[in-house]
């Protein structure tokens, strides 16, 4: 077992495993810490658990980062995110799970801690794992199905070409969002995140 140092973060991406995945609405999550680990300058490999590891500094001095993604598909995210506290050495407190949101429009960005799964297989599954809902969540919108089509068909499609154009700037929101919970707190990094555009 690995002991992490007091200042050290869980950011896991959820999403589902292999290049056929990678560019559907359900896998934004791994997206993000995509970006996070870009920024960082910090590179995903093989790891003891159950997922593909980055570790990296959020600044020299600052807080460590382990940004994971899980090996298995996004209804058994749950092992792997356990397995990976254990191997850190860390409370659920620390956990920052990124994640596609289907209640919330495309291109927008809500923070929240604890609370149901509304219907997310992937934090439905990390719950149970956990024993407890209490973790904090980056939920990333990705917009409601159009007309009638069943919404686990429209979370495993790629994005639009009209919202690939928007992507990359989301995706900066979402890590900018994970960055202000680090270093601010949840709340603050709400006040931010939530506050109307001007």
Request: zero cysteines; aromatic letters at 6%; charged letters at 20%.
């Amino acid at each position: 077992m690995n002991s992490a140092p007091g200042n050290t973060w869980l950011v896991v991406g959820l999403g589902n495993p292999g290049p056929g995945y990678a560019s559907h609405r359900h896998n934004v999550g791994q997206m993000v810490v995509d970006e996070l680990a870009s920024r960082i300058g910090a590179t995903f490999k093989k790891h003891k658990t159950p997922a593909q590891v980055a570790e990296g500094f959020l600044r020299p001095g600052g807080p460590k980062l382990v940004l994971a993604k899980s090996n298995s598909y996004m209804n058994t995210s749950g092992g792997p995110v356990a397995a990976l506290l254990k191997f850190y050495s860390l409370p659920l407190e620390r956990l920052i799970v990124v994640h596609d949101e289907l209640d919330i429009p495309f291109d927008t960005v809500k923070l929240k801690s604890g609370g149901g799964h509304g219907g997310h297989n992937g934090l439905r599954d990390i719950a149970k794992a956990a024993n407890s809902p209490e973790y904090t969540r980056v939920r990333v919108g990705v917009g409601r199905p159009p007309g009638r089509q069943d919404p686990a068909d429209f979370v495993l499609q790629s994005f639009s070409s009209t919202e690939r154009a928007v992507l990359p700037n989301l995706l900066s929101d979402a890590a900018d969002a994970v960055e202000l919970v680090i270093t601010d707190g949840l709340l603050a990094a709400q006040q931010k995140v939530h506050a109307p555009s001007a």
